[in-house]
C-alpha cells in the first residue's frame, strides 16, 4: 500500500516540498501559508486532515462551504476559510460572513458590493486582488492594466488588500507567470502572493508565494 494514501503522510509530504522550496530561495516555510483546497470533498474526506493538524482551507463555492463549513468549524474553531473561487457580486454578504480570507476580488462591482458587505457585518476580511496575467477572461481575475484602478478603488473602500493572486495557463510554465505576479505586487507595495496549486507550488514558492492553494495533493484524485 502506498503510504501516501494516508492524509497525514499526503500533508506531511506538502509541507516538506513547502520547506524544501523555501529553503532553496532562503526563505523561511513559515512565510508560506499552505491553502488545503477542499471544494467538492465532504466533510468526511476533510477531518482527517484537520485531525492531522491542517487548520488553513479553501473553497470555491459560497454555497458549497455553507453547507459543509459551520458544522467542521463547530469542531475545529480555529480554522480559517479562504474563498478562492470566482465571487458573485449578490454573495458578497455570504461571503463575508462565512469566510475569513478572500483571494477573488476582481471588479469594481465587486468591490462595491464586498464594502457594503464589510460595513453592515463589521468584518474587514482580507483580500487578495485576481489579476488576469494571460487575458483568460474565463478565469475571471483583473486585467493588468486595471489593477492600478482597482486597487485604489478597494483601498478606498477601506478593503483590506493583502496582496494578488493568479492561475497561470494550464498550457504553459507556471515560473514567468509567478514571476510577473512578483513584479506586480513589488510594484504596488504588496507583499501577499497567493500563487501555486498541486502541480506547480513548489516553483511558486521559490517565486515568493506567500499562500500555496493546493488539492489533489493532499486530497487525492476525486472520483
Not at 6 to 30: F, G, N, W
Not at 160 to 174: A, F, H, R, S
Request: aromatic letters at 4%; proline letters at 7%.
Amino acid at each position: 500500500m502506498d503510504t501516501l494514501q494516508s492524509p497525514s503522510a499526503r500533508l506531511t509530504a506538502v509541507r516538506d516540498s513547502i520547506a524544501t522550496a523555501a529553503k532553496q530561495s532562503s526563505r523561511d516555510p513559515d512565510d508560506v501559508t499552505l491553502i488545503a483546497i477542499s471544494k467538492l470533498h465532504d466533510a468526511g474526506a476533510i477531518r482527517p486532515l484537520i485531525a492531522t493538524g491542517q487548520r488553513v482551507f479553501g473553497e470555491n463555492r459560497v454555497q458549497e462551504a455553507a453547507e459543509k463549513w459551520p458544522e467542521l468549524r463547530e469542531e475545529a474553531p480555529d480554522i480559517s476559510l479562504h474563498l478562492v473561487g470566482q465571487l458573485q457580486s449578490n454573495k458578497a454578504q455570504d461571503a463575508v460572513e462565512l469566510f475569513d480570507v478572500i483571494h477573488s476580488l476582481d471588479r469594481p462591482s465587486l468591490v462595491a458590493a464586498l464594502a457594503r458587505a464589510m460595513d453592515r457585518t463589521g468584518r474587514r476580511l482580507p483580500c487578495f486582488v485576481q489579476v488576469d496575467l494571460a487575458n483568460e477572461p474565463q478565469k475571471g481575475g483583473c486585467a493588468v492594466p486595471d489593477l492600478p484602478t482597482l486597487l485604489a478603488e478597494a483601498r478606498a473602500a477601506d478593503i483590506p488588500v493583502v496582496g494578488l493572486m493568479t492561475v497561470p495557463p494550464l498550457d504553459l510554465q507556471p515560473a514567468p507567470w509567478f514571476a510577473l505576479l512578483g513584479k506586480l505586487a513589488d510594484d504596488h507595495g504588496l507583499t501577499g502572493l497567493s500563487m501555486g496549486m498541486s502541480g506547480d507550488y513548489s516553483t511558486a514558492v521559490t517565486l515568493g508565494a506567500t499562500h500555496v492553494r493546493v488539492g489533489t495533493a493532499l486530497f487525492g484524485n476525486r472520483a
